[in-house]
């Protein structure tokens, strides 16, 4: 038997975890196992490579289930963290059997029939979802959204310039196991002063990253689109137009890959209808649902991924009002990518998917 319902369960809603072996379902199990429990069953399931492995969830070990189609039988909500054509293929067989999909891929984001929910910026989307998917945004995205949810509602977004920060583990597990192999290959050495040092120290195997990542930046997530953008900045201008309700949104993006191993950083220029004030945006940041104004220059306190990592809100600092223009704020955005950014998003859709049974 696996995954049984528990005591005091029986009548919840039984929950899928597909991918519970990954970066992202090893993070959703921890945190299903800390939040509010509205779940029955929690079944587990991975690739035929990880069957009859025991993870833990809730206190319980639970034994991972290959990916099948029986495996959704009796599945009301199915989270889905694996790479998209596993998605693609699966989730409209899980839907299929009569389960709610919340997609972690990028398979389904920008299908019109399928909404594109952040909890605290557009709930009331996840009640249209003609082919029985919801979708969770890219990691990038959600590490600012909530803050820009917050600050359009309160001065109406007119454009966005973006520059992000990115953590190895927004590759998964091989981007963190690189970064972790090249840190012990440059440890302790000079290197970083000429040409290729580092290059020569990693090797030639740089795991999913173009670059060498320990000791540099790479100006490179995902793969290369039309016109020399990468699909991790076509992401972010595509899916913040969709969330915020907002089609024609002027967006620039720069997508960048630095040594950290959780958490995103972005720096932002939010353009707005009228000119801002510093005063109340602060208001707007540090009255707003999941999001932690830490702005405190003078002493040394703005956000940063050694603080954030682990932590579930968005953080804010640095919030200045442009120099050339009145109507435009500037930012400095922080998200745990593998929480807000991935598995706590998914896990507060699918709450709102039970709460309607
Ligand atoms: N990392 C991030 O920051 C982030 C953020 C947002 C969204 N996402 C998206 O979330 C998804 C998962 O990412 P991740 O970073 O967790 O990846 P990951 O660490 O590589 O894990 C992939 C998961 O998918 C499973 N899987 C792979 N092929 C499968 C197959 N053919 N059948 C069944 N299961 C299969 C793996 O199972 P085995 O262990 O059995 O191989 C594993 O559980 C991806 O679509 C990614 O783009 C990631």
Redesign the pocket.
Known sequence: MTGPAGPGRSGRPTLAV????????TVMLQILSQRADVWGEIRL??????AGRKLAVRGEEIE?L??TEEAFDGVDVALF????E??GR?APVAAARGAVVVD???AFRMDPDVPLVVPEVNPHAVRTRPRGIVA?P??TT?SMIVALGALHAGFGLRELVVSSYQAV???????VRTLREQLSLVAGTELGTSPGDVRRAVGDNTGPFPEPVALNVVPWAGSLREDGWSSEEMKVRDESRKILGLPTLPVAVTCVRVPVVTTHSLTVHARFENEVTVDRAREILATAPGVVLFDNPAAGEFPTPADVVGTDPTWVGRVRRALDDPTALELFVCGD??RK??ALNTVQIAELVAVER
């Open positions: 597909v991918g519970a072996t990954g970066a992202i379902g399931i991975a690739s035929p490579r990880s991972v290959a990916l963290d694996v790479p998209d596993v998605a699966w972690n891929s990028g969770n890219n990691c959600l583990s927004g590759a998964g597990h091989a981007g990518n593998l950014g991935a």
